[in-house]
């Protein structure tokens, strides 16, 4: 019988995100694809060192044993390796008993295509122009930038949090600052407090979230002993009277965050660091940089505070 895919969350990774591949690329780039192939299969043991997104696609699997008969979470890795390059991944999954079984490689072609084929809620890359190329089609899809972050959780929890405007929600509301200004925008949000925006590129990433939750939950119910792993927050520059109307659209949406950040200008670094989650989806690079040292940030290139020369807060 086939995997039916529909129920449950799918997440694309490339191996950038998921292992450290700065020592293989360097040698790839030097020397070239026959002698990088040689170089591959003779550190075919080797593992790979772990890369930024690794915490995270750990722990989002270990929720699979929420329900081992139907998988909750299935990552599949998205490559540009051609096969016999990327048994040296396969291999180190293996070792580092992490159970990813599925993959694709395209032999230096971009893999996103395949996106949309596996019904993935999220692509995660170390390859900025593969992400961006992702999003302009309308893909869901977050750049992995280097991070100093590191995960020494004793626990299975897993954190995961999100900005709003033109990530969970469209850039809609950007545009209107953008064109006129706080003032107007402040208006704006505040005369549409009662309608929901539209959804934005990671939207049904939250929707899976949720799904996880809810069966986290049942658990809960017939477990009293069971704490709850899952955790989601919304970390956001917006502010009162614009907070209205991001929560009401969640709420009209049908989904929900445990937390809510609504900070109005303050660096949202000093939330990260206290929130500590192991991965963070923003779409302002501005927003990222400065909490590279405490959480695993992935830049979400959508929308107009990532066109050419536009300057815009989130």
């Known amino acids: 019988m086939a995997l039916d895919l529909a129920n449950c969350l799918v997440v694309g990774v490339a191996s950038s995100a998921l292992f450290d591949l700065s020592e293989p690329d360097a040698f790839f780039r030097a020397h070239g694809e026959q002698a990088y192939r040689l170089y591959q299969e003779e550190r075919y043991d080797d593992i790979l060192p772990r890369g930024v997104a690794y915490p995270f696609i750990e722990r989002l699997l270990t ?6 008969e139907a998988p909750l979470v299935e990552v599949i890795v998205l490559s540009r390796n051609d096969p016999m390059t990327g048994l040296r991944v396969m291999r180190s999954l293996e070792l580092l008993a992490l159970p990813i079984t599925r993959a694709v490689f395209t032999q230096g072609r971009a893999p996103y295509d395949y996106i949309g084929s596996f019904e993935m809620s999220l692509f995660l ?6 992400v961006v190329a992702a999003t302009k089609l309308r893909f869901p ?4 930038r280097p991070s100093t972050a590191t995960c020494d959780d004793g626990d299975k929890s897993l954190r995961v949090a999100f900005d709003f405007d033109g990530v969970v929600g469209d850039d809609s509301s950007e545009e209107i600052y953008t064109s006129q200004g706080m003032g107007p925008y402040r208006e704006h949000e505040s005369g549409r407090r009662l309608e929901a925006m539209a959804p934005g590129p990671l939207q049904k990433l939250l929707a899976d979230l949720n799904m996880i939750q809810g069966i986290e939950a049942e658990r809960a119910e017939v477990d009293p002993d069971y704490e709850q792993r899952l955790r989601v927050s919304l970390v956001t520059a917006r502010n009162a009277p614009a907070h209205e109307r991001a929560v009401r659209s969640l709420r009209d949406w049908g989904v929900e965050v445990n937390d809510a950040f609504f900070l109005g200008g303050i660096e949202k670094a000093r939330i990260l660091q206290v929130l500590k989650p192991h991965i963070f989806f923003d779409d302002q690079e501005v927003h990222l940089t400065p909490a590279s040292e405490h959480v695993a940030g992935v830049h979400v290139p959508y929308g107009i505070a990532n066109r050419p020369t536009e300057e815009v807060v989130t």
């Open 63 to 68: 929720l699979n044993d929420l329900r081992p």
């Open 125 to 130: 890359s170390g390859n900025k122009d593969d």
């Open 141 to 144: 899809a977050g750049h992995v």
